[in-house]
């Protein structure tokens, strides 16, 4: 094989995972929007910090298992390609910020200014968080039509917030609500640098994805047994089979979510990813419609066709055969 083709090879496995990242992008979106969809029919009955525990106790459990019998070299101290300490807290910490601090700050956010409002924000703030993140600290500068899509998917955030009902006059509520919103987007783009960053190194997908669940769980589970003064009878009791279901099986899409994503994220930037993201506004729509009867507005139609523009015009440097990918599996 001459240089030539060799480098032609090496591009066409490179446009190849660059599209198995965005494929992987999509599905975590759908599994978010399902996620969604299951809380929902419990929405109100459970604690949500109870509930966010349990849901990621299913892909930290697989994720041990995994771990036990694929001894992956990340956790190996005699390999080169293990994890360190240091890389280990950054990840243990990231879980703390994004699926511990951001969830509950969204929960405050929600609670202030309604699902509409609070879900375009942490996607805008997702958006904003991960184009500058992925700038100055990956190196990784979007391209001119990613900020085309971002303006459209922006634009589309607007237009479906418009949807949501009032939520009275005091302006400074609503306007606190959603800049809590947008920081949690920012948690979430944390996340998905950093588990990029993680990634770089070979071998460390069971580890990356491991080490930031756990940090989630434990954070979560200390913040409630000192809010529950150690009493698990308190924190637990209230929680009915059913329910326990339902979180159980809402922490299986969500756990099929976050490998979706943690994967993606080593195949494509972290632009690219929470630009597919904002998918989960449109799926989340589609889903009230068909499952809870939702209407569908003409603020909601018009959002969603803005984000689905957006992107589509942020992958369209894909077809010209310059994609933006990770280093290679």
Same mark, same amino acid.
């Given at each position: ?26 599905? +975590? ?18 604690? !949500? @910090? ?5 849901? *990621? ?14 001894? !992956? ?8 390609? @293990? ?23 969204? @929960? ?5 200014? %309604? ?28 391209? !001119? ?20 009902? !009032? ?27 950093? +588990? ?8 460390? @997908? ?36 059913? *329910? ?10 969500? %756990? ?17 990813? +929470? ?39 942020? *992958? ?14």
């Amino acid at each position: 094989m001459t240089t030539d083709d060799a480098a032609a090879e090496r591009s066409r496995r490179a446009s190849r995972l660059a599209w198995a990242g965005i494929a992987l992008g999509v599905l +975590s979106s759908i599994c978010y929007a399902t996620v969604n969809a299951l809380l929902r029919s419990i929405a109100g009955e459970v604690d !949500p @910090f109870v509930g966010a525990m349990v849901r *990621q106790l299913p892909l930290l459990a697989a994720l041990v298992v995994g771990a036990l019998v694929l001894r !992956p070299v990340a956790l190996n101290p005699a390999r080169a390609e @293990f994890i360190g300490p240091r890389a280990a807290a950054a990840l243990f910490v990231t879980g703390i910020v994004a699926l511990f601090i951001g969830n509950a700050i969204l @929960f405050y956010a929600l609670d202030w200014v %309604g699902l509409g409002i609070s879900t375009a924000g942490y996607l805008g703030g997702l958006l904003l968080g991960s184009g500058l993140i992925s700038w100055v600290f990956l190196n990784e500068r979007p391209k !001119p039509l990613e900020f085309v899509g971002m303006g459209a998917i922006a634009l589309g955030l607007w237009l479906t917030s418009q949807a949501a009902p !009032p939520m009275g006059d005091q302006a400074w509520v609503a306007v606190v609500g959603f800049l809590l919103a947008v920081v949690t987007g920012v948690c979430y783009s944390i996340s998905n640098a950093v +588990s990029r960053s993680s990634q770089r190194t070979p071998g460390r @997908f069971i580890a990356t994805l491991g080490l930031i669940t756990l940090g989630a769980v434990v954070s979560v589970f200390v913040f409630l047994l000192i809010r529950d003064g150690f009493d698990l009878t308190v924190t637990f009791g209230t929680v009915t089979g059913f *329910q326990l279901a339902v979180l159980l099986l809402a922490g299986l899409v969500n %756990g099929a979510a976050l490998v979706s994503i943690t994967v993606a994220v080593h195949h494509a930037t972290v632009t690219t990813v +929470s630009m597919l993201n904002s998918l989960v506004l449109v799926f989340g729509i589609v889903f009230g419609f068909l499952f809870f009867d939702e209407p569908v507005t003409l603020f909601l139609a018009a959002g969603s066709l803005c984000i689905l523009a957006g992107v589509i015009i942020g *992958q369209l440097r894909f077809r010209r055969g310059t994609p933006t990918v990770g280093p290679p599996a």
